[in-house]
Nanobody
Framework: QVQLVESGGGLVQAGGSLKLSCAAS????????MAWFRQAPGKVREFVAAIMWNGGATYYADSMKGRFTISRDNAANTLYLQVKSLKPEDTAVYYC???????????????????WGQGTQVTVSS
């Protein structure tokens, strides 16, 4: 059983930055690709970014390129999402997800991931 725990969310002002973390409690973390999704109130879950098991490749939603950076530290079993120049429309619950394999054809598809964290709330005030 893979357990994923997100942290780092909070209330920030527009223009600020945040670094979200996702800690995985299993030793297969380094063999799994990871991703961040987000879900705003009343909206469907939205893909943000994905990263290959060894960090060798990343994939971003077009709308997320430039302000979002996904990274991982396999020695620490931790996934990160750095977000800069935050906007009120970035307000959402941010989730990390895990799957075996890395395929950009399905990386943005939530059903391709078999494990999810509980999410961390990010609220951006204007």
């Amino acid at each position: 059983q893979v357990q994923l725990v997100e942290s780092g969310g909070g209330l920030v002002q527009a223009g600020g930055s945040l670094k979200l973390s996702c800690a995985a409690s299993e030793r297969t973390f380094s063999s799994r690709s990871m991703a961040w999704f987000r879900q705003a109130p009343g909206k469907v879950r939205e893909f943000v970014a994905a990263i290959m098991w060894n960090g060798g490749a990343t994939y971003y939603a077009d709308s997320m390129k430039g302000r979002f950076t996904i990274s991982r530290d396999n020695a620490a079993n931790t996934l990160y999402l750095q977000v800069k120049s935050l906007k009120p429309e970035d307000t959402a619950v941010y989730y990390c997800a895990s799957r075996f394999g890395f395929d950009t054809r399905v990386a943005a598809t939530s059903t391709a991931y078999d494990y999810w964290g509980q999410g961390t709330q990010v609220t951006v005030s204007s």
